[in-house]
């Protein structure tokens, strides 16, 4: 249930989506595909990526925000929500290397070969009602804008930037 990412980046990461049940980050997925979301989320990227570089400059560590405490309300509505997570944050952690010009996916059913664009816009469905996916899983890949929203890259393994 772990996915590697790995090629060329500066740090390759291992992606354990289980436990992005109880990240902030998450969003539910009805909510990823709204019509101002790309922008809002480019916005929102371009800020994260300089607070990302300032934070590794001065604390050289960059932790995730958590949850810090869950109300049973809010329990009861992690576990009947399906969530996706922006697959950017990771990336910027691992910190892609300037000549990387593709990516390659590799799945249970072989490989897809997709753009460093598409894929810092992506999305990673990691829970289906609040459990998480066991059907040619551990995640599925939904492009930001949802041009694949019937029909997402499943099965992934390992995501290698070339």
């Given amino acids: 249930m772990i996915i590697q990412l790995a090629g ?31 922008q809002i989320d480019k916005e929102d990227s371009e800020l994260q990526q ?5 934070n590794r400059e001065l604390y050289e560590v960059v932790k995730p925000p958590v949850n810090k405490s869950i109300n049973r309300f809010e329990k009861e509505k992690i576990l009947t ?5 922006p697959i950017v944050d990771f990336i910027n952690t691992a910190e892609m290397e300037t000549e990387a010009n593709k990516v390659i996916l590799e799945t249970i059913n072989g490989s ?32 930001g804008d949802g041009s694949n929203k019937t029909n997402p890259i499943k099965g992934i393994k390992k995501i290698i930037i070339d």
């Fill in 8 to 38: 060329k980046v500066k740090y390759p990461i291992t992606l354990d989506p289980t436990v992005w049940i109880f990240d902030d980050r998450k969003i539910i997925f009805d909510d990823a595909f709204g019509n101002n979301k790309a």
């Fill in 50 to 54: 300089a607070s990302d570089r300032f």
């Fill in 81 to 85: 929500n399906t969530y996706v997570m």
């Fill in 112 to 143: 897809a070969t997709i753009t460093i664009d598409e894929l810092t816009n992506c999305l990673l469905l990691f829970a289906s009602n609040g459990k998480p996916i066991q059907d040619q899983g551990p995640v599925h890949l939904y492009f």
